[in-house]
């Protein structure tokens, strides 16, 4: 059984209302161990949606005055492991700012996720525009390979595909063997730079297709690929989706043949059993 959730928003991101002190209550309620919130923080973000500009910048000073609340609060860390992270979104415009953004604070762990490829987000109909859903997707995926190859003030990649989480695809154009060769050589980098990826259960309850994200066979092939690190989280954006989704991900993960999910303490990982 997993027992921590290592991707969790809070009213820190523009997109969530939670409260801090009660996604850890919920946490608590529900029986985990360690937590990590992971607010969003999408420098420069290329493509948002009207009205939004600025939603997913991060207030840095404030959450990390807030983080050391946190870590100093002994009895709340007698009761659950409380740790503080960020969700980076990059593009490759914006890596040397990155590279200062992750240095700034010192973070628990850093999921690093493309929200965008070529500047749009897959979320927007735009994206699927006058392409291919297969050269589409390749697109997203292409630039994933070039941020790993550029970057790596990392822990793990979120939600590696979701690109397809917000566009009607077949399941024959999400195949992974449509790309193999690019994850193949993404794998490798992130093990070579002892980074991981992430079992996130948000695509379960957003967007079209109601699965994790990543999809469980290219979990598969990371483990061929020897793929060691991965962490479960829920990216939940209020209390009661904390842990979602989280029994099952222990037992696609166990299937696929892991025995321990990683959690991050100033950028280590541990392993814990499933
Ligand atoms: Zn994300
Ligand atoms: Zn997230």
Redesign the pocket.
């Known amino acids: 059984m997993i027992l921590s959730d290592q991707h969790m928003h809070t009213n820190f991101s523009g997109d969530s209302k939670a409260v801090m002190s009660e996604m850890i209550d919920s946490a608590i309620d529900k029986g985990l161990k360690t937590i990590c919130f992971t607010d969003?923080n999408d420098p420069l973000f290329p493509c948002y949606r009207e009205g939004e500009s600025g939603t997913f910048d991060l207030d840095t000073y404030n959450y990390n005055q807030k983080a050391i609340e946190i870590r100093n609060d002994l009895e709340l860390q007698s009761r659950i492991n409380v740790r503080i992270g960020m969700?980076l979104?990059i593009y490759p415009k914006i890596y040397d700012l990155c590279k200062k953004i992750t240095k700034e604070y010192p973070y628990d762990f850093i999921?690093l996720?493309s929200?965008t490829a070529g500047e749009v987000d897959p979320y927007f109909k735009s994206y699927w525009e006058n392409i291919d859903p297969v050269d589409g997707i390749r697109m997203y995926y292409e630039e994933i390979l070039k941020n790993v190859q550029n970057f790596n003030d990392f822990d793990v990649y979120?939600?590696l595909d979701?690109c397809v989480r917000y566009t009607d695809t077949l399941p024959s154009q999400r195949s992974i063997s449509n790309y193999k060769e690019i994850f193949r050589e993404i794998f490798r980098i992130l093990k070579e730079n002892n980074k991981g990826i992430e079992i996130?259960s948000?695509g379960l309850r957003r967007g079209n297709l109601k699965e994790f994200n990543p999809d469980p066979e290219i979990i598969r092939f990371y483990k061929e690929c020897g793929g060691e690190i991965i962490t479960f989280g829920s990216?939940a954006h209020n209390v009661k989706d904390i842990a979602c989704g989280i029994k099952e991900a222990g037992e696609i993960l166990k299937d696929i043949g892991f025995d321990y999910v990683a959690e991050f303490k100033e950028r280590k990982a541990s392993f814990v059993k499933i």
Request: charged share 15%.
């Open positions: 969003h969700e979104g999921i996720s929200h979120g939600h979701y996130n948000g990216d």
